[in-house]
T-cell receptor, first 107, second 111 residues
Framework: EPEVTQTPSHQVTQMGQEVILRCVPI?????FYWYRQILGQKVEFLVS????????KSEIFDDQFSVERPDGSNFTLKIRSTKLEDSAMYFCASLAFFGQGTRLTVV | AQKVTQAQTEISVVEKEDVTLDCVYETRDTTYYLFWYKQPPSGELVFLIRRNSFDEQNEISGRYSWNFQKSTSSFNFTITASQVVDSAVYFC????????FGAGTTVTVRA
């Protein structure tokens, strides 16, 4: 069964540093997504990506965030100058299928 | 605007009891999809079911069953004969090119 793969599973970073979260979506899917879940809260939409460009983004997805698909298979979320409140689980999704998530802790 | 409401924050049952999770949604779209996900303590989101708005037939998969009622905008989920392994947070979600999630219901099944 095809699956979405995310790396790393855990990331600890210092406040102000940049992080890149990586995802390998399901290969024949066209829509990819990033979602965020702050501990104990609901899953929130960040951004959708279609045909190698952003199709929709939420108000959370400000200039601190960027996405790209650098090589046709990987799909990355970059967070610049991380803040404590960026600590969360970040999920990549192909349509409705989610990766196992990356738990980001900003210290 | 899309909205999903899961009114039950937490449910605690004893093993073998049935548990029903409520989900009510709001949308202006005539075509949409509804989903249920399970999030065990390990944190991943496990896809359970997808139902499109034109298919109101109830579905059963093992101990899981779903009741979709368009007239009341509800898509409820029942776990029959619950087991300890069913302990998790369950999310209902609505799709319009992206998923809008409810707040989740934490189910605890005690042995």
């Amino acid at each position: 069964e095809p699956e979405v793969t995310q790396t790393p599973s855990h990331q600890v970073t210092q406040m102000g540093q940049e992080v890149i979260l990586r995802c390998v979506p399901i290969s024949n899917h066209l829509y990819f997504y990033w979602y965020r879940q702050i501990l104990g809260q609901k899953v929130e939409f960040l951004v959708s990506f279609y045909n190698n460009e952003i199709s929709e983004k939420s108000e959370i997805f400000d200039d601190q965030f960027s996405v790209e698909r650098p090589d046709g298979s990987n799909f990355t979320l970059k967070i610049r100058s991380t803040k404590l409140e960026d600590s969360a689980m970040y999920f990549c999704a192909s349509l409705a299928f989610f990766g196992q998530g990356t738990r980001l802790t900003v210290v | 605007a899309q909205k999903v409401t899961q009114a039950q924050t937490e449910i605690s049952v004893v093993e073998k009891e049935d548990v029903t999770l409520d989900c009510v949604y709001e949308t202006r779209d005539t075509t949409y999809y509804l989903f249920w996900y399970k999030q065990p303590p390990s944190g991943e989101l496990v896809f359970l079911i997808r139902r499109n708005s034109f298919d109101e037939q109830n579905e059963i998969s093992g101990r899981y069953s779903w009741n979709f009622q368009k007239s009341t905008s509800s898509f409820n989920f029942t776990i029959t004969a619950s087991q300890v392994v069913d302990s998790a947070v369950y999310f209902c979600a609505l799709n319009d090119y992206k998923l809008s999630f409810g707040a989740g219901t934490t189910v605890t099944v005690r042995a």
